[in-house]
């Protein structure tokens, strides 16, 4: 017979080897992940501000730093690695939208310069830019025509 | 001070879209399609600036302030030159990080040994 105890120790045993997928506990990873990428914008913004940068220019640089760090992480392989665990603290920040974008251009290289990479790399970057503009155009002419009557 | 607001905000908005990931099970590139069109609208009504003036990056660093500066370049160029600020004002003020994006994708897949599965 199985007692009580051993049952218990075998779900605790259970529990422990399970990789974790509680709610509460990826949140406060894409918390803690999300709040990193953050402060590290910001301290690039502030060090180019204290410089002399235009407000924008700054605010650029820090997204650009933020680029270049996942391009960093995902050609050693390890932004493979940490996404399990940051999940939406390093997809939401503009890590995730580079990454998605630098993965595909690895995966098909193989397939040419042009039809592969030179295609292919729009994949992700093509649907954030289209609907991307579509906003911006939305709301300029919005913007544009309240300017005319107003 | 500006560190900590920066923290708090841009893992809270990452910590939300973490429920809706899972409770919805939406591909990646959905999410990064919707960030940025909310983030474009949201400033359109004038929501976001607020959040940016008091989170800093912790606002701008998500892909919703990505959408930010589309609408804010759009806004820019409406004032500067009328109708065509409309087609002009989006991808200037957001030309740095798209092509700092595709330009480090292509020289990444050279150098990158890795074949693929980098998702």
């Keep these: 017979m199985i007692s009580e105890k051993q049952k218990k120790e075998y779900k ?13 506990v990826d949140m406060v990873l894409a918390f803690i992940f999300g709040g990193i990428f953050s ?3 910001q301290g690039v913004y502030d060090l180019l ?49 580079a990454n998605s ?14 039809f592969g990479i030179g295609a292919k790399i729009f994949i992700i970057a093509g649907p954030v830019i289209l609907f991307g503009c579509l906003s911006s155009v939305v709301i300029g002419a919005i913007y544009y025509i309240i300017q005319l009557v107003g | ?11 809270l908005i990452c910590a ?18 919707s960030l940025v069109v909310i983030g474009a609208i949201l400033t359109g009504v004038e929501l976001y600036e607020p959040v940016v003036e008091f989170a800093g990056a912790g606002a701008t660093a ?9 609408a804010k370049g759009v806004f820019k160029a409406v004032d500067e030159s009328g109708l065509l600020g409309v087609l002009t004002g989006g991808l ?9 994006v595709i330009v480090l994708a292509y020289i990444v897949s050279f150098i990158s040994k890795e074949s693929n599965d980098n998702k």
Excluded: C
């Excluded at chain 2, 998500?62 to 589309?70: K, Q, V």
């Design chain 1, 12 to 24: 605790d045993y259970v529990e422990q080897k399970t990789p974790n997928h509680n709610l509460m």
């Design chain 1, 39 to 41: 402060v590290i914008a």
């Design chain 1, 49 to 97: 501000m204290s410089n002399g940068f235009e407000k924008i220019d700054a605010s650029t640089w820090g997204s650009i730093s933020l680029i270049f760090i996942s391009a960093v992480l995902t050609a050693l392989g390890w932004y493979k690695k940490i996404v399990k665990y940051a999940g939406a603290g390093i997809i939401v920040p503009i890590t995730g939208f």
């Design chain 1, 101 to 114: 974008v630098i993965s595909t251009a690895i995966e098909y290289k193989n397939e040419g310069q042009v």
């Design chain 2, 1 to 11: 001070m500006m560190y900590l607001k920066a923290f708090v905000v841009g893992g």
């Design chain 2, 16 to 33: 939300i879209v973490q429920i809706f990931m899972e409770k919805t099970k939406i591909k990646t590139p959905r999410i990064l399609v």
């Design chain 2, 62 to 70: 998500p892909l919703l302030g990505f959408g930010y500066a589309l």
């Design chain 2, 92 to 100: 200037t003020a957001t030309a740095g990080g798209i092509t700092a």
